[in-house]
């Protein structure tokens, strides 16, 4: 039974990455059908990653009021509406308005399953699952471009991954008995039964929550700063064509999802914080690699990579110590937290790069990289420190 459960988490997984990639492929077609310029999928975007943080901060007490099976179920059924909704939308404005809904889903259903998984499964299944999340990301785009070789149809694109959404709710809705079958014989279960919500002033007042806070924003500035910026350092820094430049910046999100596929073999024998500081030493190897001094642009092509599989281990690593550092009793409450520190980081870091880039130069995006790396780093450290743990 619970092997069952462990199975249709790993499709929950695989659901949470689905939406992530639709609006940035569809995009192109949808701005010149409603007339709207290109910067307005920044604002849908904010709204969306508004929602999450939200969601995020309260998802502490609606899990201990509903249960994480429900509240996964209600999350999940939440983004399908939102997502049949950015289907049937005829405006921008419309699209803000499902993109409320949108976010406010994505947010709860991710802090309340990665707590879950935290709680009850091992570090290798937090690494995987995390790699199932990018096998979603990986696959919308395809799904849109299909419907969008129909005819410019993104309204199709968004249609499916919707139904796709309704079946996965129904599955959750009939696997709640499930969710609520303690299992105090799964090896490294803990309880997590604290007596009311911890709150967020309450989470602050922890020692090392608010660095971990800080590692988090830093992991995700740098990840989605390199996602969002390497086509651009590539091709006016280092003289690489566009076309190359942009295979090679979707293969950094390659290194992130087969680096997780790898870490799963090896991150219960290493442990989550050896598993953290091994992926920050390869981020810093992959930027070195960037700013080498040399003709060849094979080893800044190469260093993308390299930094993507070095990102591969720090984010399901941190989610996963989470009840070890912080008490399993405090650990939704502080996931939740985490998961709205990581989506102000992804939020907001890498247009902050974009300013600095605009007012300076763009040479500057491996430092800017290199800076949140470090921070990173230390910042996980402070709480090793903190919480007595090798």
């Not at 190897?285 to 094979?298: D, F, K, N, R």
Request: with cysteine; charged share 10%; aromatic share 10%.
């Amino acid at each position: 039974m619970f092997s069952l459960l462990l199975a249709i988490i790993y499709i929950a997984f695989i659901s949470l990455g689905l939406p992530d990639s639709l609006l940035g492929a569809a995009w192109p077609v949808m701005r010149l059908q409603f007339g709207a310029p290109l910067s307005q999928a920044g604002m849908i975007s904010m709204i969306i990653a508004g929602g999450t943080i939200v969601s995020s901060l309260l998802s502490d007490r609606l899990t201990r009021r509903l249960g994480t099976g429900l509240v996964t179920a209600l999350s999940v059924a939440m983004t399908a509406a939102a997502l049949f909704g950015f289907s049937i939308s005829n405006s921008v404005t419309a699209l803000c308005l499902w993109g409320i809904p949108y976010g406010l889903g994505a947010g709860a259903v991710d802090a309340a399953l990665n707590n879950y998984v935290a709680l009850h499964y091992s570090s290798r299944h937090m690494s995987w699952l995390h790699c199932f999340w990018g096998v979603g990301a990986s696959i919308s785009p395809y799904i849109m471009a299909a419907w969008l070789a129909r005819g410019d149809n993104w309204q199709g694109g968004y249609r499916t991954v919707s139904l796709l959404q309704v079946a996965l709710t129904a599955v959750l809705f009939m696997s709640l008995p499930m969710w609520k079958k303690r299992d105090d014989g799964e090896p490294g279960a803990k309880a997590a039964d604290a007596p009311r919500p911890l709150g967020l002033a309450g989470a602050l007042r922890i020692p090392g929550v608010p660095a971990i806070l800080l590692a988090f924003l830093s992991y995700c500035a740098a990840e989605t700063t390199a996602g969002l910026w390497a086509s651009s350092y590539l091709v006016e820094a280092r003289g690489v064509d566009a076309g190359t430049a942009a295979r090679f910046a979707s293969l950094f999100y390659l290194g992130i999802t087969f680096g997780r596929f790898l870490n799963g073999f090896v991150a219960d024998r290493m442990g989550d914080r050896r598993m953290i500081r091994v992926g920050v030493s390869v981020m810093l190897a992959g930027m070195a690699l960037v700013v080498l001094p040399v003709e060849s642009t094979l080893p800044a092509l190469a260093g993308l990579i390299v930094f993507g599989l070095g990102c591969a281990p720090v984010y399901p690593s941190i989610i996963h110590a989470t009840p070890d550092n912080f008490g399993a009793q405090n650990s939704q409450a502080i996931i939740g937290i985490q998961m709205a520190a990581a989506y102000t980081g992804s939020t907001f870091m890498p247009p902050l790069f974009g300013v600095i880039a605009g007012a300076a130069t763009i040479r500057l995006f491996p430092g800017y990289l290199a800076f949140f790396a470090v921070m990173l780093l230390v910042m996980t450290e402070r709480v090793n420190g903190v919480t007595k743990r090798d």
